[in-house]
Antibody, heavy 120, light 107 residues
Framework: EVQLSESEGGLLQPGGSLRLSCAASGFTFSDYTMNWVRQAPGKGLEWVSGISGSGVSTYYADSVRGRFTISRDNSKNTMDLQMNSLRVEDTAVYYC?????????????WGQGTLVTVSS | DIQMTQSPSSLSASVGDRVTITCRASQSIDTNLNWYQQKPGRAPNLLIYAASSLQSGVPSRFSGSGSGTDFTLTISSLQPEDFATYYCQQGYSTAYTFGQGTNLAIK
């Protein structure tokens, strides 16, 4: 059974930093692109970032490029999101999501999500 | 970025009803379109991928169709557990944008 579990979020001030982690099990981690998707309170879903199975290729939404960095450790089956220069508008539940490609890039397993609140 | 527009934003229906939700892309995405269901306080769940392929474990009352820019999600006979918010998502190019969601409520 695929399991994804995000680390605890928190309350941060604008300009602050936080590193989120996602621990994966139940599948061959290095075979799959992994992603972060977020959801602001009461709002819709926004894809944030993705990383290829090897970790060589990374992708970012324009809203976070230059501030967030995605990485993975295939020896530990973990993925991280380093979030710097946080803004109030980064407040959201952050989900890690396992990607599938071929016949449309999609997210077929999700973690439970972790809340990141950015407020002064 | 490719913009995804869902309609309606909300609708109310009764158990047993047939319901259709539409999703339009701002440019052609072939059949690179996926549908998710999300219940309050829960993570989204993949229902349909590549416009019309049913994800493993999803009931057959859910179906999808479309190609190019126009897509539909149909629930053939609503069950109580289907009342939720539904999102489309384009899997054609990064950023993998989502529609704004359709809230399906009990009439």
């Amino acid at each position: 059974e695929v399991q994804l579990s995000e680390s605890e979020g928190g309350l941060l001030q604008p300009g602050g930093s936080l590193r989120l982690s996602c621990a994966a099990s139940g599948f061959t981690f290095s075979d799959y692109t992994m992603n972060w998707v977020r959801q602001a309170p009461g709002k819709g879903l926004e894809w944030v970032s993705g990383i290829s199975g090897s970790g060589v290729s990374t992708y970012y939404a324009d809203s976070v490029r230059g501030r967030f960095t995605i990485s993975r450790d295939n020896s530990k089956n973990t993925m991280d999101l380093q979030m710097n220069s946080l803004r109030v508008e980064d407040t959201a539940v952050y989900y890690c999501a396992k990607g599938r490609s071929g016949w449309s890039v999609r997210f077929d397993s999700w973690g439970q999500g972790t809340l990141v609140t950015v407020s002064s | 970025d490719i913009q995804m527009t869902q309609s309606p934003s909300s609708l109310s229906a009764s158990v047993g009803d047939r319901v259709t939700i539409t999703c339009r892309a701002s440019q052609s995405i072939d059949t690179n379109l996926n549908w998710y269901q999300q219940k309050p306080g829960r993570a989204p769940n993949l229902l349909i991928y590549a416009a019309s392929s049913l994800q493993s474990g999803v009931p057959s009352r859910f179906s999808g169709s479309g190609s190019g820019t126009d897509f539909t999600l149909t629930i053939s006979s609503l069950q109580p557990e289907d009342f939720a918010t539904y999102y489309c998502q384009q899997g054609y190019s990064t950023a993998y944008t989502f529609g704004q969601g359709t809230n399906l409520a009990i009439k």
